[in-house]
């Protein structure tokens, strides 16, 4: 069986699962409990000034009868007193030695940065986690994603507190910037040990319309929240890969965003994670989840024959690439195996009206005693888009096939397509 | 009872059909919206194709996932002005959810059935009204038969602006829809409020008139400028089994009609009585009696039909239900006398030709009290003189008069009346438009 125990940043886990922070991390209770369920390692909820919370906090994007495929919320940092965090972060860690624990901080000052990072060092911290990333009221005081969205002003904090720090410095980063590799640059260059990413993206999740006010409503009043959740996983993994395309090794990354079994934490890895942090799911299902993760990740490692996870870090890294290194000769057709096709006509009219009218209803009956008429694609002239097969509700039913460019519209298209056959049958 | 114009129907509250449950049980909010999301929202879905009145289904599905459950109401009706009906009483094993692309993926289909039960129940329980009259064309049509076939066709025919009057020879509007429906998907009442809505776009009911006894084709094509024949079937078919006059041998449509519709005082006792009852024939008719007899307590009921189980016409999914709420079947059996009391059949078998013939010798004696005869209803053809229908498209000879509904097809699912009726109204309303309006505007009769 796979090992996968793991080494991050000089931190050591029992697991690439961390529980990232956020509620689930709000006291020693809850993080005792989470490790006894398995997870690796808890960042603790955001340590700082405590704070005044609102009523409501949270809002869900629900998606054809699934709950929570997005989430957000407008809740702050910690809001227990820093005497009593520090006293459970402790018991924690006595009772835990294995386990890692990360103290996220926030405060402003270069004095409350020494203060701070000496008292989490004093329970016994494994590491420090720097909140530049919180996109809602924080930032409003000149903290959370307005230091993540400078980059000068991140590198000049985070070089204070590595001046201050004896244990390694995670700097979280926040998606609300348009090229996130910026502030990775520049939280190298201040001497962070790893970055973890994405913090939550700004969001408004909906809007009540009956009483015209954005979800969620304090009062007959909203603001904008940070939006975390299975839906910003795409986010999350391109940003991922594009700090690691660019840093290698040489910067760890804690990669968070949607991750919510094994399958996602392995994609985050590959992508060059280090190592994982959950939020939203176990928010939705609580702290068992993580035993699926690890099964999961175990069983897929053993079978594809890896024996650390260290071998998962960055696999994909090297194929993923800028659109201009793509290999325009590349060519694919859509082929639609008759025996799997339910007749639904999904592929049709997404092709008709979304793709590139290649699709067409064969008018002979099918073979084996449908009355329906079976779809066909037009190789000549099917661009290879993979829309059908992406719209296609039965497995197998839509494959892609390589063709011979010399074959393939590609060809054609070069020399300028204007309009296709089917567009004239039309008129 | 008299050739009495419109006058309210009243159907008794006290009816033994309220003893029975429904069969399948209604969505509740979350329920149909759950299921409106397993819907994958084909492109020309065959549902579509397999409803005899082509309901929107996807269309209608989505808007109840939306939350736009009026909406889907609308979707239902546009198509079907009897979808609540059709909700409840459709074969949709065989219809739409027969059709559902899930069954090939091994998914259990889409219960259409019951969300199109909810969207229109939402829509009668707030009284929603979607349609009104069309601006007076000045012609009237004469519709014959209250069943299903008549009530779609003249609701389309009020949308086109047409005067209709239903003329029928019983107290209640709906027919079969209405007298026939196996309680346990649909009771009368459903029905009656269902008319309602072709009631509210003007539409009026003379009750008692019959075609043959106090109504004339022949006058009814010279005083309205169309004419609709939704007569439907006549009695059931009586078997020749000596016996067969004896008062506890009944046709099973009048039976059902009578438990449905008639104070249950008259009909309970009676059935207290019996302890076995016996149904003749393979059909839905049979399945429906049968089921009814075992739900409203007969301990022993047996079907006895002529021919295989393979041969029965009866639906599949009917005949499974009833086998598991403990229906006895006789196959190759048929009844060769009845007495008091007792039913005495005899085997039969197929010959190469297709004949059953009986068995010499195989005889078995059957305690039966109440025998239900559910081997067809005769045809009303009859009736109509000369005049010849074209079963394809209900036009007949006549370019005054059109048909639809169980006369024409010989006996079909409500869905298909109402698919008929509708059908009809649509070349009624093609030859009133070709046509100046009869002499006889506006005079009334009866």
Redesign the interface.
């Known amino acids: 069986m796979a090992d996968l125990t793991t080494r991050f940043a000089g931190i050591t886990s029992p697991n690439p699962f961390w529980l990232a922070s956020a509620p689930p991390t709000n006291t020693g209770g809850q993080v005792m409990r989470a490790f006894d369920a398995g997870w690796g390692g808890a960042v603790w909820k955001t340590l700082g000034k405590p704070i005044e919370n609102v009523t409501s906090r949270f809002g869900a994007l629900d998606f054809?009868?699934r709950k929570i495929m997005g989430f957000n919320n407008i809740e702050l940092i910690t809001d227990r007193a820093i005497e009593i965090n520090l006293r459970e972060m402790e018991e924690v860690k006595r009772r835990y030695p294995k386990h890692s624990l990360i103290a996220s901080l926030m405060v402003e000052t270069r004095e409350e940065w020494k203060t701070i990072i000496r008292q989490v060092e004093e329970v016994g911290s494994d590491a420090i986690e720097l909140n530049f990333g919180c996109p809602h009221g924080m930032c409003e005081r000149g903290m959370g994603s307005a230091v993540g969205q400078e980059p000068k002003v991140l590198e000049e904090i985070t070089s204070w507190v590595k001046s201050y720090a004896k244990i390694p410095v995670i700097v979280k980063l926040t998606p609300n910037i348009s090229d996130v590799t910026v502030p990775a640059a520049a939280a190298r260059r201040a001497g962070a040990d790893a970055v973890s990413l994405i913090n939550t993206i700004k969001s408004v999740i909906s809007v009540d319309l009956d009483r015209f006010v954005p979800v969620p409503s304090v009062g007959d009043k909203s603001t904008n929240g940070g939006y975390c959740g299975p839906a910003v996983k795409p986010i999350a993994l391109n940003m991922v890969g594009q700090i690691a395309r660019e840093n290698g090794s040489a910067l760890p990354i804690s990669g968070i965003g949607g991750i919510s079994n094994w399958r996602d934490a392995v994609e985050f890895m590959v992508m060059g994670s280090g190592n994982v942090q959950v939020c939203t799911a176990v928010m939705h299902y609580g702290y068992r989840i993580v035993e699926d993760m690890i099964q999961g990740m175990s069983a897929y490692m053993d079978e594809k024959g890896f024996t650390n996870t260290s071998e998962l870090v960055g696999r994909a890294v090297g194929n993923f690439t800028e659109w201009g290194a793509l290999d325009q000769r590349h060519s694919l057709v859509a082929a639609i195996h008759q025996s799997a096709c339910?007749?639904?006509?999904?592929c049709?009219?997404a092709c008709d009206d979304g793709g590139h009218q290649c699709i067409r209803l064969n008018p002979e009956l099918k073979a084996d005693g449908h009355t329906?008429k079976a779809p066909i694609v037009d190789e000549q002239e099917c661009v290879g888009c993979n829309l059908c097969m992406l719209v296609c509700?039965?497995p197998g039913a839509i494959t892609m096939k390589e063709i011979p460019f010399e074959q393939h519209y590609h060809a054609r298209a070069y020399k300028g397509r204007t309009t296709g056959p089917y567009a004239q049958n039309r008129k | 009872m008299g050739t009495g114009k419109a006058s309210t129907p009243i159907l008794i509250d006290d009816r033994l059909e309220n003893s029975l449950a429904d069969f399948k049980s209604s969505f509740n909010e979350m329920e149909a919206?759950?299921e409106?999301?397993?819907c994958?929202?084909?492109?020309?879905?065959?549902c579509i194709s397999a409803c005899p009145t082509h309901i929107d289904i996807p269309r209608f599905i989505s808007r109840i996932?939306n939350g736009h459950v009026a909406g889907a109401a609308k979707t239902i009706l546009d198509s079907n002005i009897l979808g609540l009906s059709c909700a409840r009483s459709c074969p949709t094993e065989v219809l739409c959810e027969g059709a559902c692309?899930?069954n090939?993926?091994d998914k259990k289909p889409i219960l259409i059935g019951k969300l199109q039960r909810y969207a229109t129940e939402y829509a009668y329980e707030r009284n929603l009204k979607f349609y009104k009259p069309g601006n007076p064309s000045g012609k009237r049509v004469a519709l014959v038969g209250a069943g299903p076939a008549s009530l779609a066709c003249a609701h389309e025919l009020r949308k086109y602006g047409h005067e209709t009057v239903i003329l029928e020879k019983s107290t209640l509007p709906g027919g079969l829809n209405t007298q026939g429906i196996a309680p346990y998907k649909m009771k009368a009442q459903t029905s009656l409020r269902e008319i309602e809505e072709i009631t509210h776009m003007g539409v009026t009911f003379e009750y008692g008139r019959e075609l043959g006894r106090n109504l004339d084709l022949k006058d009814l094509t010279r005083d309205y400028d169309a004419v609709f024949l939704g007569l439907g079937l006549g009695p059931d078919s009586r078997l020749d089994t000596p016996g067969s006059q004896l008062p506890h041998v009944r046709g099973a449509v009048e039976w059902i009609a009578q438990m449905k519709t008639r104070p249950s005082a008259e009909t309970k006792a009676a059935l207290q009585a019996v302890k076995t009852a016996l149904i003749v024939g393979g059909g839905n008719t049979a399945l429906d009696a049968c089921r009814e007899l075992k739900g409203l307590g007969v301990p022993k009921v047996v079907v006895s039909y002529r021919r295989g189980e393979a041969e029965m016409s009866g639906y599949k999914h009917e005949f499974k239900w009833a086998k598991q709420e403990g229906v006895e079947f006789w196959f190759h059996t048929l009844p060769v006398a009845f007495d008091t009391g007792r039913a005495t059949l005899q085997k039969t078998s197929v010959t190469p030709e297709g004949q059953v013939v009986l068995v010499e010798g195989e005889k078995m004696d059957l305690e039966a009290t109440l025998v239900l005869v559910a081997t067809g209803q005769s045809k009303l053809d009859r009736l109509l003189g000369e005049l010849k229908i074209d079963r394809t498209t209900g036009r007949t000879d006549s370019t005054k008069v059109f048909a639809g509904g169980d006369l024409l097809n010989g006996g079909k699912e409500v869905v298909n009346a109402v698919a008929e009726g509708k059908a009809a109204a649509l070349l009624i309303h093609e030859s009133l438009a070709s046509r100046p309006a009869s002499p006889s505007k506006g005079a009334t009769r009866g």
Request: proline share 7%; with cysteine.
């Open positions: 054809a009868g339910i007749g639904c006509n999904l049709v009219v329906r509700p039965s | 919206v759950s409106a999301n397993r994958i929202n084909c492109y020309g879905a065959p996932a692309v899930y090939s993926l």
